[in-house]
C-alpha cells in the first residue's frame, strides 16, 4: 500500500449559481501528508472536497494528484477513497460486499476481492462482522466499514468529510487516533474537513483555517495556536482580546505604545518579536491578567466566571471590552477598579487590518 | 398490560369488517349460484358460471386485452415514472417545486374528462389504432401512482450513497441500477402492484377509448350487465379479484426475489 501522491489545488474558483463560495483557491499536500480544512460552514470547506471529489466543477483553477490532472475527469475515474460524514454505506448489501464494492468496480475476480476484504475488515477491527447488514452496526462500526470500504481500493488520495461528527465525544477521540494511525500506516495523502478545531489540531500534519472561501491561514497546529497570522485566526483559535495600538516612542527593544482614549502599554520586542509602527496586540484572557496594583491598563470589573483553576472578568477599558483572568486566591467584585497586564509569553502581535 | 376493550368499539369495528368484506361475500356467492339470475345467497352450488365466461369469446377476448394493457400500460408508466421520481428527488433543491405536483395532475382531471379528451385528441385527432389509445391512456392514468409512490421511497434515500458508489468507481448509470434501484425496491413493487391494479379495474378512461372489437374486461361487464343478468356478471368479478391478487402475489414474490438476488 504505497500508491500515494502530493495533491496541487491551483487558483480553484467555484460558483453556486450567482454566489462564489470559492476565491483563487491554492493548496499543495505532500505525499503522505494529512491536512485539515477547517473552518465553520459556508466556508467552502466542503466546496472544495467535492471539487476535489469530482462532484462539482470549478469555475476556473486546476486539480492534480501527482502526475493526473484530475480537473476533467469524472469522479467516478479518480481514484479517490472518500469517508462521508453520515457513512454513506450501502444498506443492502452486506459488509464484506460494502468494502468489496470498489474492488469489484475495478473488475477483481470474487475470490480476489473477498480475501482483500476480509483482509481489509481485520484491519479495522470487523472481521466478524463481515456478513451483517449495515443497518446492523453501531455508529463507530459503521464509521469504520466506510474507511475500509475507502481504504481497500489503495487510493493515493483520501477524504474525510466531517467523518467524526455523528459520533459520540469518547467514540470521536478513540475514531480520530484510528483514523491517523491508518492512515500513518498506509502513508495515504489525506485530506479532512471538520468544524471542529481539537480535532483538526489533534489529527493534522497541516491545518488550514478557511473563510469566506479562502484559505486565512495554512500551517502547523501548533503555530497556528501560538502565532497567528492575521485577526481571523487569532479569534478562531482563541485570542479574544484584539487590541489596536500604535507605536509612541521606542527605545531600545521597549516600545511605549498608545490606544484609544490615550491609554499606554510598555510593550518589549525581545519577548514579541518586531513591532510595526500599526498594530494589533492580541491576547487569550488567559494572557491578560488583572491586578490590583495601579500598571498597565485601567478598567472597570463586570461580570465574573468561575473556570475551576481562574476566574474570568468581562471588562470595560478604554480600548473596549475585554476578558481577563484573575487568580482563585482574590476574587474581585463587579464595578470595581483594576488594572490589566498583558502576559506577553502569550501574547502576539497582528499587522493591522484596514477591516 | 392488558387493556379491556368496550363491546361498543369491537361491534364497531365487526361492522366496518362487515361493510369491507361483505360486498366480496356476496359477489362469491352469487356466483357459485346454480341459478340462470343473479341472487343471494346462492341457490345450489355450481361453478358453471366460471365455465361459461370461457365459452363467451368475448370475455375471453377481454380478459387477455385487459392484462396485456395492464402490464403494458404499467411496465411503461414505471419506465417514465422511475426516473422522473429520481431527478425530483435528486435534484428537489433546484426543481420549481410545481414540476413534482405535474405528475399528479391526472389524478386531479375527471377519468372522465381524461377519456373523452384523450379520444378526442389522440383517437379521432391524430387517428391512432384503438389499442395504441388505450395503452396511452392506461400510461396517464397510473403514471401518478408510480411516480407518488417511488417518490416515497426515494424521499428517505440518502443520496451521498450514490456519491460514494461513483467514487469507488462506478459510473452514474451502473450506480442507479446496482445501488439506487435496489434501495427502493420495495417502492417500485408496490407501484406496481397500484398501477396494474388501477389499470386493470379502470371504467371510466377505457369507456371512451374502447372501439369497434377492442374492449376491456370491465367494459365488457357492464355492456354485458346491460343485456342479461345472469351470474356470469358475478363469476367474472370473482375472477378478476383473484387475478389481482394473484398479481400482486407473484410480483411481490419474483420481483421481490431477483431484485434482492442482484
Redesign the interface.
Known sequence: MTATAPLTLSNLTAHYGATKVLDDLSLDVGSGELVSLLGASGCGKTTTLRLI?G?LKPTQGSIRLGEIDLTALP????????V?Q?Y?????LSVLDNVA??LK??GLPAKDREAKARAMLDRVGLNALGDRLPGALSGGQRQRV?LA?ALV?EPPLLMFDEPLSNLDAKLRVDMRVEIRQLQRANGTTSVFVTHDQEEAFSISDRVAIMDAGRIRQLDTPEVLYQRPANAFVARFVGFENLITLRVRARNGAVVAAEGAGGVTLGLDQSRLGEIPDEFVLATRPDGLRVVTEETGLPCTLGLRTYLGRTYHYQVDTAVGALTAAGPLSQPLEAGEAAWLTPELDQCCILPRETV | MTQRLSPALIAFAVLVYLFLLGPLVIVIGAALSDTTFLTFPPQGLSLRWFEKIFEMSAFRRTIVTSLQLAFASTLLALVIGIPAAYALNRFRITLPSWLSTLFVLPVLVPEIVLGFSLLRSIQVGAGLPVLWTLLLGHTLIVLPYCVRVVSASLASFDFTIEEAAISLGCSPVKTFFTVVLPNVQSGVIAAFILAFITSINDVSVSLFLTGPGVSTLPIQILAHVEQFFDPVVASVSVLLMFLTVAVMVVVERTLGLTFLAK
Open positions: 471529489a462532484f469522479p467516478q475515474k479518480r481514484n479517490i477513497g472518500l462521508f453520515n454513506a454505506l450501502f444498506p443492502h464494492f470498489g468496480q475495478r466506510a470500504r481500493i
